[in-house]
Nanobody
Framework: VQLQASGGGLVQAGGSLRLSCVAS????????MGWFRQAPGKEREFVAG????????YYGDSVKGRFTISRDNAKNTVYLQMNSLKPEDTAVYYC???????????????WGQGTLVTVSS
């Protein structure tokens, strides 16, 4: 599956952004979808994941309560709604697809190109 992420940009602290990731090809609903991020000089980290049907979402500790992941299988799209953004959320955000529910980078075999989110203080 090929992935295309969009929606990044510059926002002030406390603001909101919604990222989108569109998948090409069939069988989108057979993939667990995830969002990861990588800040300058840091390792890529898990942000959020959602299961095949969209009925189960799970989050990294640093974003829990502020970010919401969702998916629309009819549109082959996964979203990341980011609220109460903080400067430490600044990173390149990547969407990714996996065959199983996981937080591990190695379990996600398909990756989008990344979209930059910058949060100013």
């Amino acid at each position: 599956v090929q992935l295309q992420a969009s929606g990044g940009g510059l926002v002030q602290a406390g603001g909101s952004l919604r990222l989108s990731c569109v998948a090409s090809g069939r069988m989108f609903s057979s993939y667990v979808m995830g969002w990861f991020r990588q800040a300058p000089g840091k390792e890529r980290e898990f942000v959020a994941g959602i299961n095949w049907s969209g009925g189960g979402a799970y989050y990294g500790d640093s974003v829990k309560g502020r970010f919401t992941i969702s998916r629309d299988n009819a549109k082959n799209t996964v979203y990341l709604q980011m609220n109460s953004l903080k400067p430490e959320d600044t990173a390149v955000y990547y969407c990714a697809a996996s065959r199983r529910v996981s937080r591990a980078l190695a379990d996600f075999g398909s990756w989008g190109q990344g979209t930059l989110v910058t949060v100013s203080s």
